[in-house]
């Protein structure tokens, strides 16, 4: 894959996430204003991975605001892991390293997050 | 949401992040505290950097393999800076916050002044600005350091290899310092970071401008979701709150491109210095207690 293919492969990743994300916020958004939650109220949903499956198929506006704001935050590594794929298929080992490396901080990130 | 929708569009219009207008909005106007605030503003810096970062590679303007070679730096420091701040006291933050505008607000009036130095139009900065979170306001749209012709490359095959059509890479070391520098502001007050990052790869690394200006916008999503992450599982997101930013910010930064024409943007850029200056003097009031 040439650079100039990888690069709109990887913006058409980004774009797609910016997307999925935004609807999946707006529909969440709505939720809140069919169940009457304000964005101030108090105390707010705590994040939790093993309700999000359940939170979603009851429709809670919760669930959807909470995948909506993990596609946000994922898209950016799904970003690195499409580069990683490109860079391994055009035989650059450097870059690999480099999306390598990039991807291991993230996985820290979350891994100190949810330790902490 | 409305918040978000004039945080976005005044944002784009003067190439900033939405994180030097959010945190301050959720915070003073809305009474959240500082880490909310910050962990909302890091969702929305990531919104739109992925929206941006996706038109300029698929224009081919941004360096994906700088971009990625720095971001291994802004990522680490981004780690680091989501730490410290659950350790930092939210008075200390808003001080620090407070630091942060003032910084902002003075390298816009120095922009300013080196545009009116060069006579140069502010039309061009914003129609470019919108969905650009990171545009980044210490040098103009005009302020690119050309190519590396005057210094040798001093960092060999690697910059080599990071190097653009028309620009050649240099000053690498310094570059991954500013990388670093970026990464901990931006997890520390959820912005992007771009304010950094910008101007150390267009006037130390001798990257154009356009192409700094895309490729922060490429790494401000890794970083700010290096931060976020750590946000996320230590309860520093409201989802309540951050989604409704989150989408008004990236609705705002879109009208913006089509207000961009209409909007006299130097009137726009001084009742925004005067409204950081004030700002941060209420953040600094708030740290103070």
Redesign the interface.
């Known amino acids: 894959m040439n650079d100039a293919r990888l690069e709109r492969t990887i913006g058409l990743v980004l774009g797609a996430g910016a997307i999925i994300s935004f609807c999946l916020l707006a529909i969440g958004i709505a939720g809140m204003g069919v169940t009457h939650v304000g964005p101030l109220d108090r105390p707010f949903p705590p994040f939790d991975l093993n309700r999000l499956g359940s939170d979603l198929v009851a429709l809670n506006p919760a669930g959807f605001l909470w995948l909506g704001l993990l596609a946000v935050i994922l898209t950016p590594s799904v970003r690195v892991l499409a580069s990683l794929l490109g860079f391994a298929a055009a035989g650059e080992r450097r870059m690999v390293a480099v999306a390598a490396i990039v991807l291991a901080a993230i996985c820290l990130s979350a891994a100190l997050g949810a330790g902490g | 949401?409305s918040g978000g929708v004039a945080a976005g569009a005044f944002g784009a219009l003067l190439g900033l992040g939405g994180g030097v207008l959010i945190v301050p909005l959720l915070t003073l106007g809305?009474g959240l505290p500082f880490r909310e605030a910050v962990g909302a503003s890091l969702?929305c810096v990531?919104?739109t950097?992925?929206?941006a970062?996706?038109?300029?590679?698929?224009r081919?303007v941004?360096n994906?393999?700088l971009g990625?070679?720095l971001?291994?730096f802004t990522?680490?420091a981004?780690?680091a800076g989501?730490?410290i701040a659950?350790m930092l006291p939210d008075r200390v933050l808003a001080i620090m916050f407070a630091a942060l505008l003032l910084y902002v607000a003075l390298t816009m009036v120095r922009a300013r002044d080196a545009r009116e130095a060069r006579g140069v139009s502010e039309g061009r900065a914003a129609a470019g600005g919108a969905l650009a979170p990171e545009d980044g306001p210490v040098v103009g749209d005009d302020g690119d350091r050309e190519t590396a012709t005057a210094e040798p490359a001093i960092d060999g095959g690697l910059a080599a290899?990071l190097s653009g059509p028309g620009y050649r890479i240099h000053n690498l070391g310094r570059g991954v310092l500013g990388s670093l520098l970026a990464g901990i502001v931006s997890a520390l007050f959820g912005v992007g970071g771009g304010i950094v990052k910008v101007p150390v790869m267009n006037l130390i690394m001798g990257v154009p401008m356009r192409v700094a200006t895309a490729t922060s916008n490429l790494m401000i999503?890794?970083t700010?979701?290096?931060?976020?992450?750590?946000?996320?599982?230590?309860?520093g997101?409201?989802?309540?709150?951050?989604?409704?930013t989150?989408?008004g910010v990236?609705v705002g930064a879109s009208l913006a491109s089509r207000l961009a024409d209409r909007v006299d943007l130097p009137v726009l850029r001084l009742l925004f210095i005067a409204v950081l200056v004030v700002t941060a003097a209420q953040m600094a009031l708030r740290g103070i207690g």
């Open positions: 949401m809305f969702v990531i919104v950097s992925s929206a970062a996706s038109v300029y590679l698929q081919d941004a994906l393999r990625m070679t971001e291994m990522a680490i981004a780690l989501g730490l659950f290899s999503g890794v700010a979701s290096a931060g976020g992450l750590i946000y996320l599982f230590r309860g997101i409201d989802p309540y709150v951050a989604a409704p989150a989408v990236f």
